[in-house]
């Protein structure tokens, strides 16, 4: 059973800063593509970055400069460092990530839990 579980989140002061981090678990044979979301009340879930096994990175418009996605291929886990968190930025993150099981040999789309993120002060 291939799972996806986040820790990191929480409660920051504009300015602050907070680690995200994402563990892919269970008989897994590769990982591609392992991007973060998020979705604020009343908004549709939206793009945060993402990054290729390769790593090769993309953001969002609103993050870039402030977030960094990175990820240990090893140990099948991706990171967002948030930076200079603002109030717009409170949302639930979700992590994402396309993975071939062990055993299967099709690409599946997995996803997290979510964690939030809430930026007040």
């Known amino acids: 059973q291939v799972q996806l579980v986040e820790s990191g989140g929480g409660l920051v002061q504009p300015g602050g800063s907070l680690r995200l981090s994402c563990a892919a678990s269970?008989?897994?044979?590769?990982?591609?593509?392992m991007p973060w979301y998020r979705q604020a009340p009343g908004k549709q879930r939206e793009l945060v970055a993402h990054i290729t096994h390769g790593g090769s990175t993309l953001y969002a418009t609103g993050v870039e400069g402030r977030f960094t996605i990175s990820r240990d291929n090893a140990k099948n886990t991706v990171h967002l460092q948030m930076n200079s968190l603002k109030p717009e930025d409170t949302a639930v993150y979700y992590c994402?990530?396309?993975?071939?099981?062990?055993?299967?040999?099709?690409?599946?789309?997995?996803w997290g839990q979510g964690t939030q993120v809430t930026v007040s002060s």
């Open positions: 269970g008989s897994i044979f590769s990982i591609d593509v």
């Open positions: 994402n990530a396309q993975i071939r099981p062990l055993l299967r040999p099709s690409w599946e789309d997995y």
